[in-house]
């Protein structure tokens, strides 16, 4: 898929898919002001960047200070600042066979016995005992 990043991919994958990503159509020469709000580079930055910098991109990109390869540049790492400990979460689960089938093995059998308990609950406030149910918690 070419229309989106994800979070698992690459730092090269994703750089090549930011250099090629669409911009504002006003920015058709290095010195065309932009609009950040009608650009997907500018929301990808509100979602990684610092606020200081999305501030810095809003203003240069409006008055052309800098061309959207630069703009690019820093949202790339901002992104990689961010993508980095998910990726390395990722890596070390993938890393430890039947790791998260432990995880949701022991979650199923806290909620069976919850399950049971609210179902204790339900029954005795319907009137039904518990021994005239066949269960395994
Ligand atoms: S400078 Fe940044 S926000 Fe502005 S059009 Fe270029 S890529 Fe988009």
Redesign the pocket.
Known sequence: MNNAIGLLESPEAIWEKLKIGA??PH?QRRSDP?H?EH?N??TMHQAFSKLDEIAL?DH??RTAG???ID??KILYKSMIEELAPIQARAREMNEKAGYIQEILQSGAAKCKVIAWEVMEEVRARLGIRSDQIKAEV
């Open positions: 911009t504002c920015r932009g950040p650009c580079i500018f991109v240069h990109c800098f061309g959207c703009c690019k």
